[in-house]
């Protein structure tokens, strides 16, 4: 069965570093979503992507966060200069983009950030 | 705006118990509901997707009903096992697809 991969699965970081987060949606599907949970709230939407382009980034702190899907398939996240209030899981989600509203999305295992 | 409010935030119950899972979202022009499980650490799986044509969905020992008027669905699970435990979120989309989530259920069922 497809699934979505993300990678690393754990990052440990320090305060003003960078990092850089993947993931590789299921075959085919155009829509790929970037989220973020923090420990004991639901997931919120950072970046969403039609192909290679953003359909919305208006929760994404620009300052710091950027994100890519240069090619329409795979994507990275980065965070520069990472922050303490940056730990959380970075959960990333594809959908096969079809049904506006209406497609079930995939998760990944998702990418757990600790900045110290 | 969409709000998605789940209630309790914790739960725990014996095995074996039937339950019930709140979830309730403040603007019901919705196209579906979906149910997810997170188990600590981990993504998340998901359990039951419900348009919003439909009144109920099910899976196995899962059932998920939804109520657009009343801007509420639950999640049944019947003759619940310690493998249940986990966290319980249900999500709406909310423009072009963008998924707003509820804080989740953390369930846990005692042997």
């Known amino acids: 069965e497809a699934e979505v991969a993300q990678s690393p699965r754990y990052k440990i970081t320090e305060k003003s570093q960078a990092v850089a987060f993947w993931c590789d949606p299921i075959s085919g599907h155009a829509t790929l979503y970037w989220y973020r949970q923090i420990l004991g709230q639901g997931p919120e939407l950072l970046v969403q992507?039609?192909?290679?382009?953003?359909?919305?980034d208006s929760q994404l702190p620009k300052d710091r966060f950027s994100a890519e899907r240069l090619k329409g398939v795979d994507s990275t996240l980065k965070i520069q200069p990472a922050e303490l209030g940056d730990s959380a899981m970075y959960l990333c989600?594809?959908?096969?983009?079809?049904?506006?509203?209406?497609?079930?999305?995939?998760f990944g295992p998702g990418t757990r950030l600790t900045v110290l | 705006k969409q709000e998605v409010t789940q209630i309790p935030a914790a739960l725990s119950v014996p095995e074996g118990e039937n339950l019930v899972l709140n979830c309730s979202f403040t603007?019901?022009?919705?196209?579906?509901l979906q149910w997810f499980r997170q188990d600590p650490g981990k993504g998340l799986t998901s359990l039951l997707l419900?348009?919003?044509?439909?009144r109920e969905q099910t899976s196995g020992r899962l059932n998920a009903s939804l109520d657009k008027s009343s801007g509420r669905s639950t999640l049944y699970i019947a003759a619940s096992q310690p493998g249940d435990s986990a966290t319980y979120l249900c999500a709406v989309p909310q423009g072009a697809q963008k998924l707003v989530f509820g804080q989740g259920t953390r369930l846990t069922i005692n042997p």
């Open positions: 989600a594809s959908s096969p983009g079809f049904l506006e509203g209406r497609d079930t999305q995939y």
């Open positions: 992507f039609q192909d290679e382009s953003v359909v919305d």
């Open positions: 603007d019901s022009a919705i196209y579906n």
């Open positions: 419900i348009q919003s044509s439909q």
